[in-house]
């Protein structure tokens, strides 16, 4: 069994800063690639940022140079530090993993509960 906890959201006003962090646990062999999701009211879900196991960073054209996705390899941990926020950056932010367990099977895609994120004044 795989978990995915977020962590870290909340209402800030724009211009703001929040951290979000995402706790893989369970019986995890590889994390394969960890991301972050994140979805509005009335809107599809969209990738904000992302890494894979080659260390490529990607992000969304909407948050370069504002957000900062980091990971902690040894604590299984990924952290979003989203600066300079926006309202149109409301959203429900969930935590996606690929994830190889210990049991053999083939990788598969694990998400967290998600965490609001509000920007507002």
């Known amino acids: 069994q795989v978990q995915l906890v977020e962590s870290g959201g909340g209402l800030v006003q724009p211009g703001g800063s929040l951290r979000l962090s995402c706790v893989a646990s369970?019986?995890?062999?590889?994390?394969?690639?960890m991301g972050w999701y994140r979805q509005a009211p009335g809107k599809q879900r969209e990738l904000v940022a992302g890494i894979t196991s080659g260390s490529s960073t990607n992000y969304a054209d909407s948050v370069k140079g504002r957000f900062t996705f980091y990971r902690d390899n040894a604590a299984n941990t990924v952290y979003l530090q989203m600066n300079s926020l926006k309202p149109e950056d409301t959203a429900v932010y969930y935590c996606?993993?690929?994830?190889?367990?210990?049991?053999?099977?083939?990788?598969?895609?694990?998400w967290g509960q998600g965490t609001q994120v509000t920007v507002s004044s």
């Open positions: 996606n993993a690929l994830i190889t367990d210990r049991f053999g099977y083939p990788p598969r895609g694990y």
């Open positions: 369970g019986s995890i062999f590889r994390i394969n690639a």
